[in-house]
């Protein structure tokens, strides 16, 4: 990502919590030498210098056979257009144009799989009680029958990046 000095974001709480609240991440990897995007719900977890990516995926999705290769996971936060101000307009004689506002997060690690049930449980319990907090009637996976549970398990993979660097990008104020 091009990046110059008056738009690098330096805070990592700022960059942590652009993450928290655009939890769904587009996981970029290789396949075969050519880039792959999957779009996953991410947890972000205090580990480590830069902080910890956590994850699952379907175990058809052979994302998760990547594991010991670099990754890019990119969020996105707000992003707004931004037309030329008629003042600035006025005062340039015209010289100005539009350009786009917007806050992204790139966090880069190496994928590691998590092939373990009780990993699985416990991430996916924590995860669901986490989105779930602000629901009138909060679902858990324990609300799930026991025998469907244990079959989901067995579909799903988890998957953690260790995050290695991570860069944010602040240009503008965006309005939303």
Not at 70 to 85: I, K, M, Q, T
Not at 125 to 150: C, M
């Amino acid at each position: 990502m091009y990046l110059p000095a008056r738009h690098r974001q330096l805070d990592p709480q700022a960059m942590r919590a652009l993450v928290e609240r655009n939890a769904l991440g587009m996981l970029v990897t290789l396949d075969d030498g050519a880039p792959v995007a999957d779009h996953i719900p991410f947890e972000f977890v205090d580990d480590g210098e830069h902080g910890l990516l956590r994850a699952h995926v379907a175990r058809a999705n052979p994302l998760w056979r990547r594991a010991g290769q670099e990754v890019l996971v990119v969020f996105r936060g707000p992003a707004s257009y931004v037309p030329p101000d008629a003042q600035e307009k006025m005062e340039t004689g015209g010289r100005v144009v539009p350009t786009w506002d917007y806050h992204v997060v790139h966090a880069r690690g190496v994928l590691r799989a998590v092939d373990d049930p009780a990993w699985l449980l416990a991430f996916l319990r924590q995860q669901t009680a986490h989105h779930e907090a602000d629901q009138a009637q909060p679902w858990s996976v324990d609300d799930a029958p026991p025998s469907y549970i244990d079959g989901m398990l067995k579909a799903i993979v988890g998957i953690e990046v260790p995050i290695g660097r991570i860069d944010g990008k602040w240009k503008g104020v965006p309005s939303s």
